[in-house]
Each structure stands twice: as structure tokens, then as C-alpha cells.
T-cell receptor
Framework: DTGVSQNPRHKITKRGQNVTFRCDPI?????LYWYRQTLGQGPEFLTY????????KSRLLSDRFSAERPKGSFSTLEIQRTEQGDSAMYLC???????????????FGNGTRLTVT | AQTVTQSQPEMSVQEAETVTLSCTYD???????LFWYKQPPSRQMILVIR??????QNATENRFSVNFQKAAKSFSLKISDSQLGDTAMYFC???????????????FGKGTTLSVSS
């Protein structure tokens, strides 16, 4: 168990550029979550996958945001036309759950810190 | 929609003392899970303790225990024998249990910053 891995750790970009983050969950986990966290605040839910299906999206996920998990393993989160308000820590988490499986708690990665200048 | 409220933005405690962090939540669900997560300055979120709503017995993990009051929708965390390494931001979180096992999002409170001093 190598834990949830997120890359890159830090990303600085200019306003208007596109950025993509990657998350590699714990290998046997079928659920994957993306959260956004600003300084001193709790994580805000963005979206959630069970295997390759995106089952839930927050209203925070504007049309500039898109997430994929094409093979039910790693996931990418893309932000198009970045704005300064997108500056935050983006956290990925994974868990095991569903019919016939024991629901496990969420395990979080170290996050990707995005700074939009 | 579910909400989680942590009314104490900051708490401080001396080493070896006991501290209690408060959390209330609002839901119309009957089956759900409650969690406390810890986020040290290194920023990786770590699970501290978990409680299933159908269990009346309060969860305990070593020095960490909860006081779960379902009717009052209250879920406080007690840390006994506080240690310097307990210094972190603590988040209370809620997850409803889906009947079809599809799972749902984990909803977090805004957090309580705990400082443990020697």
C-alpha cells in the first residue's frame, strides 16, 4: 500500500492557462474523490467516481473543470482558462466500497497546490 | 443537504491534558457515518476515528474517543493525554449511507485548529 499519490505537488500558472492534475489511488480502491481546499478552510467536495463512472459532481465544478477516470484507476482533473480564484490545494482521496465490499474510510493524498498569477 | 458545523475555530491545550472538540451536523438521513480527520501542518489528511450512526456505543481509538449524540446531532472528539504531535487542524465529516451502495461524498466542517503546548 503506497498510499494515494498526487502529481504535481505544486503548480504555478498564469491566469487563462489550462492545468491538469493527476491522482493515483490506492490500487484496490474503486472509489476516487476530488476536493478543493483553501487556506484555513475545510475541503470542499468537487466530484466522485466509482470505478470509471463519475457519479456525483458539485455545483462548485464549473464548466471550466473536468475530471476523468478512463480505466477506473488513475484520475485527472483539468481546469481550463484558470482564474485567480482557482488558487487552492486540490486533494484526491480514494476508498473501497459498494455491494459486497466493506466500505473503507477515505484515504487522502498530499494534494496539489495550485497558484494562479 | 447535509451540513457540518464546527463552532471552535481554534483551541489550545497543554501537554497531558484533555481537550474536547465540538461538532454538530444537520441531516434528515437515518443511516450515515461520522468521522474526525486530522490535518497536520504537512497537510496530509489522516483519519482519526469513525462512527456508524446505527451504533450506540461511542467509538474509541487509543487516546481519541467520541461522544455521539444522535438525537442532538452532535459528534464531539475527546483527546486525552494530549501530545505535541496532536497539533493539527481537525475536521469533522459526514457521509450518508446510500441504499444502493453507490456511496456519496464526504462533507467536511470548516475545522478546528488545535495547538498543544509544552
Amino acid at each position: 500500500d503506497t498510499g494515494v499519490s498526487q502529481n504535481p505537488r505544486h503548480k504555478i500558472t498564469k491566469r487563462g492557462q489550462n492545468v491538469t492534475f493527476r491522482c493515483d489511488p490506492i490500487s484496490e480502491h474503486n472509489r476516487l474523490y476530488w476536493y478543493r481546499q483553501t487556506l484555513g478552510q475545510g475541503p470542499e467536495f468537487l466530484t466522485y467516481f466509482q470505478n470509471e463512472a463519475q457519479l456525483e459532481k458539485s455545483r462548485l465544478l464549473s464548466d471550466r473543470f473536468s475530471a476523468e477516470r478512463p480505466k477506473g484507476s488513475f484520475s485527472t482533473l483539468e481546469i481550463q482558462r484558470t482564474e485567480q480564484g482557482d488558487s487552492a490545494m486540490y486533494l484526491c482521496a480514494s476508498s473501497l466500497g459498494g455491494t459486497g465490499k466493506v466500505n473503507s474510510p477515505l484515504h487522502f493524498g498530499n494534494g496539489t497546490r495550485l497558484t494562479v498569477t | 443537504a447535509q451540513t457540518v458545523t464546527q463552532s471552535q475555530p481554534e483551541m489550545s491545550v497543554q501537554e497531558a491534558e484533555t481537550v474536547t472538540l465540538s461538532c454538530t451536523y444537520d441531516t434528515s438521513e437515518n443511516n450515515y457515518y461520522l468521522f474526525w480527520y486530522k490535518q497536520p501542518p504537512s497537510r496530509q489528511m489522516i483519519l482519526v476515528i469513525r462512527q456508524e450512526a446505527y451504533k450506540q456505543q461511542n467509538a474509541t481509538e487509543n487516546r481519541f474517543s467520541v461522544n455521539f449524540q444522535k438525537a442532538a446531532k452532535s459528534f464531539s472528539l475527546k483527546i486525552s493525554d494530549s501530545q505535541l504531535g496532536d497539533t493539527a487542524m481537525y475536521f469533522c465529516a459526514f457521509m450518508k449511507q446510500q441504499v444502493n451502495q453507490a456511496g456519496t461524498a464526504l462533507i467536511f466542517g470548516k475545522g478546528t485548529t488545535l495547538s498543544v503546548s509544552s
